[in-house]
Nanobody, 122 residues
Framework: VQLQASGGGSVQAGGSLRLSCVASGRTFSDYAIGWFRQAPGKEREFVVV???????YYADSAKGRFAISRDNAKTTVYLQMNSLKPEDTGVYYCAASRVYLSGPSSSLYDFWGQGTQVTVSS
């Protein structure tokens, strides 16, 4: 499956962004879709995942501020990010996994998108 992430940008702390991940090429509904991010000089970290039936698992850093959803008809996953903080800055990647609710291990993800930059200024 091919993944295309978009929606990044520059916002001030406290602002919001909505990222989108559009999939093509295979049966979208067969895959869990996760979001990861990577800040400059840091390792990539897990943010959230949504299962093919809508179950979710959030990193502690995302709980209460971010919301993931999927629209199987549009083969798209959305990540609504509210109350953004400077530490949310990074390149955000979406990834697809055949595991039902793949969780934070990047090794469980089979396909990756190209990333979209999110910059949060204080």
């Amino acid at each position: 499956v091919q993944l295309q992430a978009s929606g990044g940008g520059s916002v001030q702390a406290g602002g919001s962004l909505r990222l989108s991940c559009v999939a093509s090429g295979r049966t979208f509904s067969d895959y869990a879709i996760g979001w990861f991010r990577q800040a400059p000089g840091k390792e990539r970290e897990f943010v959230v995942v949504v299962s093919r039936t809508g179950g979710t698992y959030y990193a502690d850093s995302a709980k209460g501020r971010f919301a993931i959803s999927r629209d199987n008809a549009k083969t798209t996953v959305y990540l609504q990010m509210n109350s953004l903080k400077p530490e949310d800055t990074g390149v955000y990647y979406c990834a697809a996994s055949r595991v039902y609710l793949s969780g934070p291990s990047s090794s469980l993800y089979d396909f990756w998108g190209q990333g979209t930059q999110v910059t949060v200024s204080s």
